[in-house]
């Protein structure tokens, strides 16, 4: 279990973390979403041992390895690390690269000659590189080289996996099919790995738990469907889910849109988003019906083809709300009034003494 309390990071004036607080289990695939200079990097740095905290302490088990005047270095913690910039050696064969990783690790088991054959087969099927084995990097696809490095970080068989975006320099469809790998190779493995990324998509396919930052504190730290579906504060709605935050009233458990007669029960929505008397709507939960239609009413201002859907702007009042219809949903033009409303909820007039349970 690793252990971060009270961990601060300041760059000259810059607070780079404030105030994290996290507990990570054993064998977690934890991944770490923010947007750029959110202080993802920095504090997989900090876990790494690549520098001090500012304050706070971390804790590997009963070990602490830092707080804000010594801190254990990287190679006296059992880590692997992969980053985005793959930074294989030129000279080195992709054997070479994981025979090396098994000699100098500190924590890889010594092993004879034959023992280390072994692991090198073992680690280049895991990752699907045996066939090229003599190779250099220069002879690799993208693909290939961040596969060679993955495997230089597994191969002595660290407690934690560090990554920090490792995908990002790889085109999007060899993306989607390293995030499949990663993820069955932490299944095979049982490491705890700690994934930095941006990619809300790759965050939400590959975790076991989702820590969503803001200008270096945590905002949320959930499953991926909790993090997507109950968005604690207005930056996760918005960030993970691209929600609409719609502004109204909070009455006891119902919710009245600004400038409307409609009443919409609580859905699960947080404390601190009725406190700001806000309700988040994702785009793929509006439903776009006729003008006279009871809901809120406003104007197509977008209207924009996608492929298996179609992405409306909806000017409402002042505001703007992104919608995302199925390519089958009836199609309305830029300029068209419509009524918005939430997918499978019925939306009601405040006088009526019947509401319907929504979820
Ligand atoms: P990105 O996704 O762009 O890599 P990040 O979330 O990883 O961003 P960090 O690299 O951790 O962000 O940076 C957090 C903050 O600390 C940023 O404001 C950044 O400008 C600042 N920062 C990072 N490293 C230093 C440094 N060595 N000196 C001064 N400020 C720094």
Known sequence: MITLQGLEKEYGKTAALSQVELTIQKGEFLAILGPSGCGKTTLLRLLAGFMKPTAGTIRFGDKEVANSKQISKPENRNIGMVFQSFALWPHMTVEEHICFA???????????????????????????????????PAALSGGQQQRVALARAIAPKPDILLMDEPL??????????????????????????????????????????????????????DTPEAIYQRPE?????????????????????????????????????????????????????????????????????????????RHYVIRVGGQDY??????????????????????????????????????
């Open 102 to 136: 098994l000699k100098n690790h500190r924590f890889s088991e010594k092993r004879t000659p034959e023992e280390q054959e072994v692991r090198v087969t073992e680690v280049l099927q895991l990752v699907g590189m045996e066939s090229f084995r003599e190779r250099y």
């Open 233 to 309: 504060t207005p930056f996760v709605a918005t960030f993970v889910g691209k929600a609409n935050l719609v502004e109204g009233t909070w009455n006891g458990n119902y919710f009245n849109p600004a400038g409307s007669q409609l009443r919409w029960k609580d859905n699960g929505v947080s404390e601190k988003l009725k406190q700001k008397q806000l309700f988040p709507v994702r785009p793929e939960e509006w439903q776009l019906l006729p003008a006279e239609a009871e809901g809120l009413n406003g104007e197509i201002i977008i209207s924009q083809f996608q492929g298996t859907e």
């Open 168 to 221: 990002s320099a790889l085109d999007a469809e060899l993306r989607i099919s390293m995030r499949k790998e990663i993820k069955q190779i932490h299944k095979k493995l049982g490491a705890t790995i700690i994934y930095v990324t941006h990619d809300q998509g790759e965050a939400l396919a590959m975790a076991d738990r989702v820590l969503v930052m803001q200008h270096g504190r945590i905002e949320q730290a």
């Open 322 to 359: 992104q919608a995302s219809l199925p390519i089958a949903a009836p199609v309305w033009c830029e300029g068209e009034r419509v009524t918005l409303q939430i997918r499978g909820r019925k939306t009601q007039d405040a006088t009526e003494e019947v509401l319907l349970e929504i979820r």
